[in-house]
């Protein structure tokens, strides 16, 4: 099995709120750093990447961001046009759909339809000869995908598509993409999730579901905002017994302390469990002391992924 | 500042709404166990809580139906109820469409021929949007028996709580179908939606799609129409409820800049689908009420009362990092109000154990229903 970012994709996935696009990120630019050429998605206009670059342009094109980066939102309209542009070699045949609009209502009406052609999207990104004409190729595409709020929609679309055409071409696409999605060797998964007690029962019903249900490869599991332990039990018995003696600021401080070194432990407490409750590997990432992370703040979390 | 107590005056239905990740389930249950600490007849409807704190309240099981906590718990933490009660379900998207089906269909025939067909089974799952229109059905549901003096709602975890907001619109749209009818008879007023070539376009789009496909939506479509106006008159009256004076929204959010920008927004859409907004809970918050005396500096009586220079060291470089993560929060929680106007912001501070029983939600309580003056004194003591 090859390492993770010597697959052809990694999806980065997690409950709402845990840093899902900022590891998304991070895991980018570890990947552009070794020499891959990686293109970031965004999904379903998140512009989040816009707001932490401070570029506004990054649209349905794929944007330089930095030596072997490159970022892209993915708009779901967007990915219908070019599908059918793929699809109808004739050129009258195409213009006739996309001005009749018939498609557009198809897919307002087909549960579904946009996410499959969302994930046919970041499938052509990861083709090694590009379906659209003059593209540049990747050795990598990571995805941020959208917060899983029950289960694995998601990832279960193209199968779920599947079932729903039963012949034609989108039924066809549909398996491509699922096979794709469940190739070991081409797809992986990152599920991010945060040292407490909700995000780490959550994260290991996650990886049940992705591995029993979908099928696909659940490399790394990142337990992101990790406290450092900066203070042993006693010196914090220490401290807490400095505090009930002390006034202002010198209080405060101690205080703060007392609290760093419990919260830190009871994260530690998640951490123990969260390794008992899943089966790929942990990594951890460190809490960053930033009341903002900019890029240069994920840029150093970059360095800290295996 | 404001208490939930206040806020809830004379209110029936309580929805907390909120991106995902910001504590709103613990939040929801928290007010319910407040109010019902009130004497109030409360109901919580939530998605997904927390096992643990599922366990605790003895709902191991929670289904589609309202069950009691009982009431022996809150003595055992030491709370006086007045005959209030609390109760909760756990709301299941599926379940409660199948429920509307079954009862909305107008024929035995209908109904079969809906929730076997492969498009509708699809549905609650992957429509976005289906689960929290769900999840305002099973409101209005309760709402209209009338057995409870206050219903708190958990809105789905979406990516964006707008989404909710959307959700009848969407919902009715899609069951509507009207697009599709074209589909099904590409003739007469339909060709003239779609203008001239409508036949000829809408040979290409089988090509692509299978005939089957379109088969199953026309069928779906047909199948449902029957019960499209059934829909409309429900989706109304629940948006009639939500925009009642006997609701209220509280917005949940997180101290970060990103969550905050949500709230701010989310607040924006309420004010502008005229919905009654009633306060906002910033949670996990780094008070700067623990932070006193912002500008002095920590000199050497820190070393004299550690006792020990590589410690006192390690203490200062962590309260400085503390004071810039509240600084930050109390930037943005200003932000925050003078971006909604308002002065019913309500901080739960940063806890160092996650809520798992009714001593944990009771804990929140002091911090959500606290008066201002109470705030400072609950913040002062703390630690």
Request: charged fraction near 30%.
């Amino acid at each position: 099995m090859p390492d993770l970012l010597d697959k052809r994709l990694v999806i980065v996935t997690g409950k709402g709120g845990v840093g899902k696009s900022t590891v998304a990120l991070a895991t980018a630019i570890a990947a552009s750093r070794n020499g891959k050429r990686t293109v970031l998605c965004e999904v379903a206009a998140q512009e989040r990447l816009s707001r932490v670059f401070h570029r506004a342009e990054i649209g349905f094109n794929e944007v330089e961001m930095a030596d072997n980066l490159w970022a892209i939102s993915i708009d779901p309209d967007e990915s219908m046009r070019e599908y059918l542009l793929i699809q109808l070699k004739v050129r009258a045949m195409r213009d006739l759909l996309v001005r009749s609009k018939i498609f557009s209502y198809l897919a307002a009406a087909t549960p579904g339809l946009k996410e499959l052609v969302t994930i046919g999207k970041i499938w052509e990104l990861a083709q090694p000869e590009r379906r659209v004409k003059g593209a540049r190729e990747y050795d990598l595409v990571v995805v941020d995908a959208p917060a899983t709020g029950h289960g694995v929609g998601f990832l279960q679309t193209p199968r779920t598509f599947a079932g729903i055409a039963r012949v034609g071409p989108i039924r066809s696409q549909a398996e491509t993409l699922d096979k794709f999605i469940r190739n070991h060797r081409k797809t992986g998964v990152k599920i991010v999730s945060a040292p407490e007690e909700m995000p780490v029962n959550e994260t290991a019903s996650l990886e049940r579901d992705l591995v029993d249900e979908v099928g696909v490869a659940v490399d790394r599991i990142v337990m992101n905002g990790l406290y450092p332990e900066r203070f042993t039990d006693a010196e914090a018995d220490r401290l807490a017994d400095v505090a009930a003696e002390a006034n202002g600021v010198v209080r405060a401080a101690c205080r703060a302390a007392v609290r760093e070194c419990r919260r830190a432990r009871s994260q530690r407490q998640q951490l123990a469990r969260l390794e008992e409750l899943t089966r790929a590997p942990v990594t951890t990432l460190p809490f960053l002391f930033e009341p903002e992370l900019g890029v240069e703040g994920v840029g150093a979390l970059a360095e800290e992924l295996p | 500042m404001a208490s939930i107590a206040d806020l809830l005056e004379g209110k029936r239905v309580c929805i907390c709404a909120g991106s995902g990740g910001v504590g709103k389930t613990t939040t929801s249950a928290a007010i319910a166990a407040g109010m019902a600490a009130r004497g109030r007849k409360v109901a919580v409807l939530t998605i997904d809580p927390a096992k643990r704190l599922a366990d605790s309240l003895g709902l191991p099981e929670l289904g589609n139906t309202e069950r009691q906590v009982d009431p022996s718990l809150f003595s055992e933490t030491g709370v006086e109820t007045n005959g209030g009660e609390l109760w909760a379900m756990m709301l299941d998207a599926k379940a409660t469409f199948d429920e509307v089906v079954r009862k909305h269909a107008p024929d035995a025939e209908t109904r079969e021929r809906i929730l076997s067909n492969r498009i509708y089974q699809q549905l609650s799952n992957a429509l976005a949007g289906s689960q929290e229109y769900m999840a305002m059905e099973k409101l209005f549901e309760i709402h209209a028996e009338d057995r409870y003096d206050l219903l708190v709602l958990d809105t789905p975890p979406s990516r964006n709580a707008l989404d909710f907001l959307d959700a009848p619109r969407r919902l009715t749209q899609f069951i509507e179908g009207r697009a599709l009818q074209v589909f099904i008879k590409p003739t007469g007023f339909g060709m003239k939606v779609f203008g001239r070539g409508a036949g000829m376009a809408f040979g290409v789009l089988k090509r692509i799609t299978g005939v089957d496909l379109l088969q199953d939506l026309a069928e779906f479509f047909q199948a449902m129409s029957g019960m499209v106006g059934g829909f409309q008159e429900r989706a109304k009256r629940v948006t009639e409820l939500l925009a009642a004076d006997e609701s209220t929204f509280l917005v949940v959010c997180g101290p970060q800049g990103e969550p905050i920008e949500e709230a701010v927004y989310f607040h924006r859409k309420l004010v502008e689908a005229k919905l009654p907004f009633g306060g906002v809970i910033v949670n996990k918050v780094h008070y700067e009420d623990e932070m006193p005396l912002e500008h002095e500096e920590l000199g050497p009586e820190l070393t004299d009362a550690v006792g020990d220079e590589g410690l006192a060291a390690r203490v200062r470089k962590n309260f400085e990092d503390f004071r810039a993560l509240s600084e930050r929060d109390r930037r943005n929680v200003e932000h925050l109000a003078r971006e909604m106007r308002t002065r019913a912001v309500i901080r739960v501070p940063y806890l160092d154990e996650d809520i798992h029983d009714l001593a944990g939600l009771m804990e929140v309580n002091r911090y959500l229903f606290a008066s201002g003056s109470e705030e400072r004194a609950e913040i002062a003591a703390s630690v």
